[in-house]
């Protein structure tokens, strides 16, 4: 290739492109031979070629051949005031057109990135008068991970450096994120670093076996205190979790689970950091899934609904606790990204918040759409195939099994390699709906403006994916 003359038909199709014509068969030829996709086996996707998604609009995607695609992930849990807004377009249109960049290095600021800080601060608890911008939710984790080793220093504690999160969670996948995170795929793979450990996590299906779900909650954050003492209290900087485990596979954790987390890190000075990337914005029917919880941490990393994805924005709200000590005597934090309190991210964001609040969206998830969704997803445990299924707020799963049971540790499951999952989630993707497949748990997190007949929908094309699926197996 040589850079300076693009071939005719390369230009031809740019061109085409930016005019929304799109020959998907072009597209897929381009994408196989040129794009390397997040999380894909290229090899294994072969033949088939990738999906091409051209439009969006509420709850819905179309695809280039012309199919309409109700979005039960919202994208990637982050679509929270579903697509299509032109309010979000034309604050950004109009911050382009203003000032399209500057840094929040060296002294300066722009205009919306201090209102989102204030916004933020309005919104979120009252810890919390401080906000950190970044790019996303990894590079939000990677600072948390500065932060706290900072603050320790800080305080004349260099020995406290290590950070204690749980098996299968996700933190991102920056070094830091991938390394916060759970995921032994990924930590194999380059994704690991020192002085960061892992307990396991509060599900109660898989580990809630002879207990009930509030015996099992205090186990489970049980584990936090035996790793707190292996490593040596006056070793441990943070604890890292997200409220609702999301990309694990939607783990709920039971009511008992987090206060107990918060005592034991109280118990032993242990800084808490809520990773709220999919639990904030509403998506629990709460601003921050903390407030849910009843956790007042330390740090909360934010990301994905703060924009509803419209453009990248994360970022990290400081709590008094670490913002006065970095502050007051940290001088110089030696951190920062060139698109820290991007104005144009900051712009989308502030309208985004404002439909948030102007439609009261987060109120309706808590209580109208969201326990509606409940006692519809619930139902589906009718279902021959669905041993277990359970929801919060606007984040839902259900477990395929092989041989249903009165208590739910009492399942047969299919064999892991069975692929269940991703049997029913090619029915579900080839019926027009995203549901995502953890194993062989179907897990959804819809956009937050989905009403109670686009619920009723939803269900419906469910019960038709999982009836075919049924079919599948016999
Ligand atoms: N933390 C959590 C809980 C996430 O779910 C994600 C992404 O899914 C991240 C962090 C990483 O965010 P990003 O992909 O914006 O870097």
């Not at 999380?39 to 051209?54: P, Q, S």
């Not at 290095?105 to 810890?127: D, G, H, K, M, W």
């Not at 477990?399 to 009165?406: D, S």
Request: net charge negative.
């Amino acid at each position: 290739a040589n850079p300076m003359v693009p071939s005719a038909a390369l230009v031809a199709s740019v061109k085409a492109a930016t005019h929304d014509v799109y020959d998907t068969a072009e597209i897929q030829r381009q994408d196989a031979a040129h794009y390397m996709h997040p999380f894909t086996d290229h090899k294994a996707l072969g033949e088939r070629g990738v999906r091409v998604m051209v439009r969006g609009d509420g709850i819905y995607l179309w695809d280039s051949e012309g199919n309409k695609i109700l979005d039960g992930m919202s994208g990637l849990w982050c679509v929270n005031v579903g697509y299509g807004r032109t309010s979000i377009s034309d604050a950004v249109y109009r911050q382009m057109q203003t000032l399209s960049f500057y840094n929040s290095f060296f002294n300066t600021t722009n205009v919306p990135a201090t209102r989102l800080a204030a916004l933020l601060v309005e919104i979120s608890p009252p810890q919390f008068n401080h906000v950190f911008f970044t790019g996303s939710g990894s590079e939000a984790n990677d600072t948390n991970l500065r932060m706290v080793r900072r603050y320790w220093d800080l305080k004349g504690f260099p020995n406290r450096h290590t950070i204690i999160s749980r098996y299968n969670a996700y933190h991102g996948s920056t070094v830091a994120g991938a390394a916060l995170g759970g995921m032994a795929g990924m930590h194999e793979q380059g994704g690991m670093i020192p002085g960061i450990e892992h307990i396991g996590q509060p599900n109660y299906l898989e580990n809630g076996s002879g207990m009930s779900a509030d015996e099992f909650g205090i186990v489970a954050a049980g584990w936090l205190e035996t790793k707190i003492l292996e490593v040596g209290a006056d070793k441990v900087a943070a604890f890292i979790g997200e409220p609702v485990q999301g990309a694990g596979g939607v783990i709920i954790p039971p009511a008992t689970y987090w206060p107990e987390i918060e005592r034991i890190c109280d118990k032993y000075d242990v800084l808490l950091i809520a990773d709220e990337v999919i639990c904030g914005f509403g998506r629990l029917g709460t601003w921050f899934g903390s407030e849910l919880m009843q956790i007042k941490p330390d740090l909360i990393t934010f990301a994905k609904g703060v924009t509803s994805g419209y453009v990248p924005l994360g970022g990290v709200l400081v709590g008094d606790r670490v913002a006065d000590v970095l502050i007051e005597e940290g001088g110089d934090f030696n951190h920062g990204f060139t698109y820290s309190g991007h104005p144009v991210a900051c712009a989308a964001a502030l309208e985004n918040i404002r439909i948030l609040i102007d439609e009261r969206l987060v109120q309706q998830v808590a209580q109208d759409t969201g326990p509606y969704l409940k006692e519809k997803f619930e139902a589906l445990m009718d279902h021959p195939l669905v041993g277990y299924a359970d929801t919060c707020g606007f984040v839902a799963g259900l477990n395929l099994v092989r041989k249903k049971a009165e208590a739910v540790h009492d399942c047969e499951f299919f064999e892991p390699d069975h692929g269940v999952g991703m049997l029913c989630r090619g029915y579900m993707f080839a019926n027009g709906i995203i549901m995502r497949a953890v194993g062989d748990r179907m897990i959804i997190a819809p956009p937050l403006v989905m009403t109670r007949a686009q619920i009723d929908e939803m269900i419906f094309k469910i019960r038709y994916c999982l009836e075919a699926t049924l079919i599948d197996l016999q």
